[in-house]
Nanobody, 125 residues
Framework: QVQLVESGGGLVQAGDSLRLSCAASGRTFASYNMGWFRQAPGKEREFVGALTWSGTWTLHGDSVKGRFTVSMDIAKNTVNLQMNSLKPEDTADYYC??????????????????WGQGTQVTVSS
């Protein structure tokens, strides 16, 4: 049974940093890409960043580029999201996802097969 379990969310102030982690288990993910998405109340799910399982290729969403970084700890089967210079507009539920490698890193939620339960991030001004 595939499980993606996020951790690290919380309440922070604008300008602070936060690190989210996603522990993956239940299958071999070597041929999968791992992604982070977020969803604020009343808004669509937004692509934050993703990478190949090897960590060789990464892609970040335009709204977080230069502030957020996705990374992989293969030994721990964990994908991380380092979030710096947080803004109130970063407030959302953050989801980890895994999808088969389709030859490119996808920004589309429907290209990801497995999802975590989400972790809440709140940034106060």
């Amino acid at each position: 049974q595939v499980q993606l379990v996020e951790s690290g969310g919380g309440l922070v102030q604008a300008g602070d940093s936060l690190r989210l982690s996603c522990a993956a288990s239940g299958r071999t993910f070597a041929s999968y890409n791992m992604g982070w998405f977020r969803q604020a109340p009343g808004k669509e799910r937004e692509f934050v960043g993703a990478l190949t399982w090897s960590g060789t290729w990464t892609l970040h969403g335009d709204s977080v580029k230069g502030r957020f970084t996705v990374s992989m700890d293969i030994a721990k089967n964990t994908v991380n999201l380092q979030m710096n210079s947080l803004k109130p507009e970063d407030t959302a539920d953050y989801y980890c996802a895994a999808g088969p490698d389709i030859g490119r890193i996808s920004r589309t939620p429907s290209d990801y097969d497995y999802w975590g339960q989400g972790t809440q991030v709140t940034v106060s001004s």
